[in-house]
């Protein structure tokens, strides 16, 4: 009766995990899927295929509901079943003995889940590897020889060239290593705290550390993502690139621009035939054609950068604020009373939906009015003023340093958040900082690399979920916590 009590636990509980997974993968593609179900020129049956498409592409073996349940499944599964190996087969002097050391017990489960769960998760082909099946025969050299090989001989040659890539699970590994990296960060920010205490040399100044270390990791990670999207966006997930473009609501004839000045096509007091780039902007504005020629206008005045506003760089950045704040109001607030009018206490929970997504729009839009006021004050307002125009030329300012100047001061808006969001939106953007310094694909044979590296990661942020669940900072760490709960 035990075994069977035992089994079924484990049985709800691994369904329960999978249900979870499922409906993580599955609800951006009902988003996108609710866009294309709202169009009138698709016929129904269309609609039906992409809807059953979207609730079904993630039931696949290797899809990632069966990826979350190998994991934490095998992660809670294994110890137990070891424990009780041990208690039937070892003597009891031993058997205790091994089961005093059920962390490295867990550590390694988590780690083998880990593991092999990757490899199910890497079971697709890189969808970047698509062959030519056309039926015909093509001509290939075998020594002094020409032959002819059908579609699927000439196939299996292309397959045995071509290398074979990685890095479709990247974002996920990345997610790992950084949530594990800030685990070991707060086990030794705990341990160096209990020292201190303990020889009453612990000051009001050390309390303020672990506050201002989320808001330091929120800063930079900030600025070298603004600082990708700007100048190599390819390095970005799309979907995150594409998301960043809609917030920052800027003519991509001006973005080209900037990035033309960092490669040394758009140089100031040159004719390098830029001139056409900004002066269609010039004419879409009502703007003098000058404006937009590096060789007349040196440099491309501020009202351009404003987009209309004005030439007032201030009432620029006051515009860009309200703008946004509408924007992400108009997203925040419904997101914000979904999740929390579920509850015995409809008005407060309203009351509260309220307040955390206005505050939630007040960062958003501070964040992009300081970015473009900051751009503003570096390469027209206070840098001329601070550095010599023959040492720090207009041309420097616009190929990098006013972006620059951007990038710094944006992060530092995360201070209009609560504590609790300032860590999760740090943990967020951290990986996604972190891939910008890496290939998106990379050879095959270097895979072992990143499965090693996502396998120690979970079973770190596993096994201290199990041991200290407090560790394991925001509302991920409550999830894993309560899916790994008896």
């Given at each position: 009766m035990c075994k069977f009590t035992l089994f079924f636990t484990l049985e709800k509980f691994i369904l329960r995990v999978y249900v979870l997974g499922h409906i993580t993968s599955t609800a951006p593609r009902l988003f996108s899927c609710l866009r294309l179900l709202a169009k009138k020129d698709i016929s129904y049956r269309d609609k039906a295929i992409a809807l059953i498409r979207a609730l079904g592409a993630a039931l696949a073996v290797d899809g990632f509901p069966t990826f979350c349940a190998a994991v934490i499944g095998g992660s809670t599964v294994l110890p137990m079943l070891f424990s009780r190996v041990c208690t039937s087969t070892c003597t009891r002097a031993r058997?205790?003995?091994?089961?005093?050391?059920?962390?490295?017990?867990?550590?390694?489960?988590?780690?083998?889940?880990?593991?092999?769960?990757?490899?199910?998760?890497?079971?697709?082909?890189?969808?970047?590897?698509?062959?030519?099946r056309t039926p015909n025969s093509h001509p290939v050299r075998q020594g002094q020889q020409i032959v002819l090989l059908d579609t699927e001989d000439k196939h299996k040659l292309d397959e045995r060239r071509t290398p074979q890539l990685a890095g479709r699970t990247l974002d996920l590994t990345l997610f790992a290593v950084t949530r594990a990296a800030d685990v070991i960060a707060c086990i030794a920010w705990s341990c160096w705290r209990h020292r201190r205490q303990g020889r009453s040399r612990w000051t009001s100044v050390?309390?303020?550390?672990?506050?201002?270390?989320?808001?330091?990791?929120?800063?930079?990670?900030?600025?070298?993502?603004?600082?990708?999207?700007?100048?190599?966006?390819?390095?970005?997930?799309?979907?995150?690139?594409?998301?960043?473009?809609?917030?920052?609501?800027?003519?991509?004839?001006?973005?080209?621009?900037?990035?033309?000045?960092?490669?040394?096509?758009?140089?100031?007091?040159?004719?390098?035939?830029?001139?056409?780039?900004?002066?269609?902007?010039?004419?879409?504005?009502?703007?003098?054609?000058?404006?937009?020629?590096?060789?007349?206008?040196?440099?491309?005045?501020?009202?351009m950068v404003h987009m209309g506003t004005g030439p007032s760089c201030e009432w620029h950045a006051v515009s860009r604020f309200l703008q946004t704040f509408k924007c992400a109001c108009a997203t925040y607030l419904p997101l914000q009373l979904?999740?929390?009018?579920?509850?015995?206490?409809?008005?407060?929970?309203?009351?509260?939906?309220?307040?955390?997504?206005?505050?939630?729009?007040?960062?958003?839009?501070?964040?992009?009015?300081?970015?473009?006021?900051?751009?503003?004050?570096?390469?027209?307002?206070?840098?001329?003023?601070?550095?010599?125009?023959?040492?720090?030329?207009?041309?420097?300012?616009?190929?990098?340093?006013?972006?620059?100047?951007?990038?710094?001061?944006?992060?530092?808006?995360?201070?209009?958040?609560?504590?609790?969001?300032?860590?999760?939106?740090?943990?967020?953007?951290?990986?996604?900082?972190?891939?910008?310094?890496?290939?998106?694909?990379?050879?095959?044979?270097?895979?072992?690399?990143?499965?090693?590296?996502?396998?120690?990661s979970t079973a770190i942020i596993l096994t201290t979920i199990q041991e200290k669940p407090e560790i394991v900072r925001g509302f991920f760490g409550k999830i894993i916590h309560r899916l790994l709960a008896p």
């Open positions: 058997s205790g003995y091994i089961l005093n050391r059920v962390r490295l017990v867990r550590f390694f489960s988590a780690f083998l889940s880990a593991w092999l769960s990757f490899l199910l998760l890497n079971r697709k082909r890189d969808s970047s590897r698509n062959f030519n050390e309390t303020l550390v672990p506050w201002l270390a989320d808001v330091g990791v929120f800063a930079g990670s900030a600025a070298v993502v603004m600082w990708t999207w700007f100048y190599i966006p390819d390095r970005l997930p799309r979907s995150y690139e594409k998301w960043i473009k809609e917030v920052a609501k800027v003519d991509t004839r001006l973005i080209e621009a900037l990035r033309r000045a960092r490669r040394g096509d758009f140089v100031y007091g040159k004719d390098t035939g830029q001139a056409e780039l900004l002066g269609s902007m010039c004419e879409d504005y009502n703007w003098p054609i000058e404006w937009g020629n590096p060789l007349k206008t040196i440099p491309i005045p501020c009202e979904l999740l929390r009018t579920w509850t015995k206490h409809p008005r407060a929970a309203l009351v509260r939906a309220t307040k955390d997504a206005t505050r939630s729009s007040f960062f958003l839009a501070l964040f992009v009015s300081t970015f473009y006021y900051s751009v503003c004050l570096a390469r027209t307002r206070l840098g001329p003023k601070l550095f010599n125009m023959k040492t720090v030329t207009p041309m420097m300012w616009d190929s990098g340093l006013c972006i620059t100047a951007g990038c710094l001061a944006c992060g530092w808006s995360i201070f209009a958040e609560s504590a609790h969001r300032r860590q999760e939106i740090a943990l967020f953007v951290a990986p996604r900082a972190v891939a910008t310094t890496l290939p998106r694909r990379y050879a095959k044979q270097y895979q072992y690399r990143e499965q090693t590296a996502f396998a120690l």
